[in-house]
């Protein structure tokens, strides 16, 4: 009996054990809201559950529930609620034990009662008898979904905290997050996840005055917001993002910056090129599933409808961390051997060979329908264009069927790929027009193409301004010096007089000091003697003076004379020609104004022929009209003039001003296209010899001049745009 009774304990005492070694496991959860606000969790064991210990938190606002020697079986672990006060929901697991964490709007009472193998936790109840929940005496940092025990002191946590969340716009338009650390040596995992950037702390604690969210999408940045909250032991700081953008991170001391940079449309192709996908990131973890299911997954994903063909079967097992779903696509599609076909937002998925196979049938099926579609004719107006330049420009050499067909006004012959192989064209010069027969799809596709092509070219007005600006300046300075010996007069006196110019002393019969000098016999001067009256032994004087200074001492048998004659010539003079001339874009255009100049020069056969030199102003140029309404000109601009003609052959020498460039101006600018400045000097002086280089007295024995020539050439150009009133 003793031995039954024992065996009767041990066998009592091994389930008990059994019980407490494998505890309850969590099946199935349900939410329900029940009258007044109230909502009701209620947990679904496979044995009679364990009572739960239990706190709460203020803020945020949190009940948790521990659950001793009890297992999760369930397959997810965040619930999205919105059940009278509850938000959202949390189930974790770990050493045995699980816990359950319940995110309210507000923190409200709650109650437990166990029915069965069920839980059901009341929340909102105004009875305050049934309030078990109690204040944790925790740390706020104990509010994390990871957290193990509210008992867990503020020690075990490491020193290192972030004491500051700051957002500023950089210079070009960047988001740049500053994070203050109270200890520079923390580790810091970043990683760019769906929808923004992803900052993740290790073991770093963030005060509640920073567990926030950020609007900041009024700073015009790819960051619209900017999260910081806990999660387990670590801050995590998420960035919303949006657009092509990219990020840089860097740490100086304690403070860690991240950059987010939006990307300009010459960056987003590098990328592209870099890494073809640029769909949304996802992580998939599977073993062994069934490739259509991978498939529905990322059509889920993606909210693309899919169409599997039959044939697509198999399993496969992957794991893809932050991964471009087109990539993760390609990889699935790529190792099955599948190809995809997506037709908006129709996805299609088959073997690769089977696509091929029923492209090529369609192919196939399409050059039947063509080659049995009835032929139609149609006019074709071309507006603008030419049309002959504009069926050669579609044509291909000896392609088609088409042959030439005279008569006025027309040409028949076939545009090769445009048209079908049955199809034909006739231009009609005349009335500018094309007429097609051809399938009416054929025929469609053309007019498209002529709707296109056949617009209105953009006109330029291109106005060139050839400004040349001459100053000259020219100073002389010289002597002329006369004299003779003449016969004394009868009265025997001198006479002195000072006049204008030396011809004064020669001025005739009529008076002046020519009628003073007679000789011996009374009979006047004779030829000889006014010979040597203007005699002159220094004649150094200026050419064409402006002003002479002249001294004459004259006695009875004696003439001396003086003359001191000076010029200072200056002048300026400005030529502005101002050509304009009016194109389309890509069309050469040519204007000129100036005169041909004939001259006399040998023939072939001997005799004498009439040849022309032309003397123009010309303006030469091709515009071309740029996407961004700028113009890239090719220009030849000539100014011609007549310099001389030369008096051996008769022949004009012209002067030559030329300038040949290409330059890319905005629409109404302008700009110095070049110019030409010369200058030239000259100083010189006559002299007698010896006597010219005697000082002072040797300036009676001098002419010297100096002459200054200034040439400048300038030419501007400026292009506008003309705004057109074509209507279509």
């Keep these: 009996m003793f031995t039954n009774y024992f065996k009767l304990c041990l066998s009592a005492g091994l389930l008990l054990l059994a019980s407490l070694v494998n505890g309850a496991a969590l099946t199935d959860m349900q939410f329900a809201e029940m009258p007044g606000e109230k909502a009701e969790i209620k947990m679904q064991f496979d044995s009679v559950p364990s009572v739960p210990q239990g706190y709460t938190i203020e803020q945020p606002a949190r009940i948790v529930l521990d659950f001793a020697n009890t297992t999760n079986t369930l397959a997810k672990k965040k619930y999205s609620v919105s059940v009278g006060g509850v938000e959202s929901a949390v189930v974790l697991d770990a050493g045995g034990k699980t816990r359950l964490i319940v995110n309210l709007a507000n923190l409200v009472p709650y109650k437990t009662r166990v029915e069965g193998n069920a839980l059901i936790v009341e929340i909102g109840s105004e009875s305050s008898g049934a309030y078990a929940a109690r204040v944790s005496a925790a740390p706020e940092y104990s509010s994390s979904v990871a957290a193990s025990d509210s008992s867990v002191s503020n020690e075990e946590y490491s020193s290192a905290a972030i004491s500051l969340v700051d957002f500023r716009r950089g210079e070009v338009g960047e988001g740049k997050v500053i994070v203050s650390l109270t200890n520079p040596n923390v580790d810091v995992d970043i990683q760019e996840v769906s929808g923004g950037v992803e900052i993740r702390f290790i073991d770093t604690q963030l005060p509640e005055s920073l567990r926030r969210k950020l ?220 007429i097609l027969t051809d399938t009416e799809e054929k025929i469609d596709a053309f007019k498209r193409l002529v709707d296109q092509i056949d617009i209105p070219v953009r006109q330029v007005m291109i106005e060139a301004r050839i400004v040349i600006a001459n100053s000259d300046f020219r100073k002389e300075l010289g002597v002329r010096m006369s004299g003779d010996g003449v016969e004394t007069s009868q009265s025997g006196n001198n006479k002195f007089e000072l006049t204008g110019r030396m011809e004064g002393l020669t001025a005739g019969d009529g008076g002046g000091p020519e009628s003073m000098f007679v000789d011996g016999d009374g009979d006047g001067i004779t030829d000889d003697e006014r010979d040597l009256i203007n005699s002159n032994f220094v004649d150094l004087a200026v050419f064409n003076p402006a002003g002479a200074f002249t001294w004459n001492i004259i006695s009875s048998n004696f003439l001396l004379g003086m003359e001191l004659s000076a010029m200072e010539d200056s002048g300026y003079a400005e030529i502005v020609s101002q050509p304009k001339v009016i194109t389309g874009d890509k ?63 008769g022949i004009p020498v012209i002067d030559i001003t030329q300038l040949e460039t290409q330059v890319l101006v905005a629409d109404g600018e302008t700009i110095v296209l070049g110019g030409i400045y010369t200058t030239s000097t000259f100083t010189g002086e006559t002299k007698v010899p010896l006597l010219g280089d005697i000082p002072f007295v040797g300036r009676l024995f001098r002419n010297d001049f100096k002459s200054e020539d200034k040439r400048e050439i300038l030419i501007f150009i400026t292009p506008r745009i003309m705004a057109s009133n074509f209507t279509e």
Excluded: C
Excluded at 375 to 394: K, S
Excluded at 414 to 433: F, K
Excluded at 618 to 637: C, E, F, G, S
């Design 215 to 434: 609007d900041v999408i009024d700073f015009a940045t790819p960051v619209s917001m900017v999260s910081s909250y806990i999660e387990g032991n670590s801050t995590v700081i998420m960035l919303k993002a949006s657009g092509e953008y990219d990020y840089l991170a860097y740490q100086a001391d304690n403070q860690y910056v991240v950059s987010v940079k939006p990307l300009t449309k010459q960056e987003v192709e590098e990328k592209k090129a870099r890494f073809a996908y640029v769909g949304d990131k996802l992580s998939l973890n599977f073993q062994d599933i069934q490739v259509r299911s991978v498939l529905q997954l990322i059509a889920d994903f993606t909210d693309l409808n899919l169409v599997a063909s039959d044939t697509v079967n198999g399993s496969i097992t992957l794991r893809l961390e932050n991964v471009p779903w087109d990539q993760a696509l390609d990889l699935v599609l790529k190792t099955k051997g599948l190809d995809k076909r997506q037709i908006g937002t129709v996805l299609m998925v088959a073997p690769a060979a089977e696509i091929a196979a029923r492209e090529k049938m369609e192919i196939d099926t399409k050059k039947q329908i063509q080659e049995l579609a009835p032929l139609r004719t149609e006019y074709i107006r071309v507006r603008y264009a030419n049309a002959r330049q504009l069926f050669n420009l579609f044509a291909e050499t000896g392609s088609g069927t088409g042959s030439s067909a005279g008569g006025e006004g027309g040409h028949r012959n076939s545009t090769g790929s445009i048209l079908s192989e049955r199809g034909q064209a006739i231009v009609d010069e005349r009335t500018n027009s094309i």
């Design 587 to 649: 069309q050469q255009a040519s204007i000129e104004s100036g005169t041909q100049i004939p001259y006399q020069e040998e023939s072939a056969s001997g005799g004498t022929t009439t040849s022309f030199k032309e003397a123009v102003l010309k303006l030469d140029v091709t515009p071309q009209i740029t996407p961004d309404n700028r113009v890239i000109m090719d220009l030849i601009i000539n100014q011609d003039s007549i310099s001389s003609i030369d008096s051996n052959s």
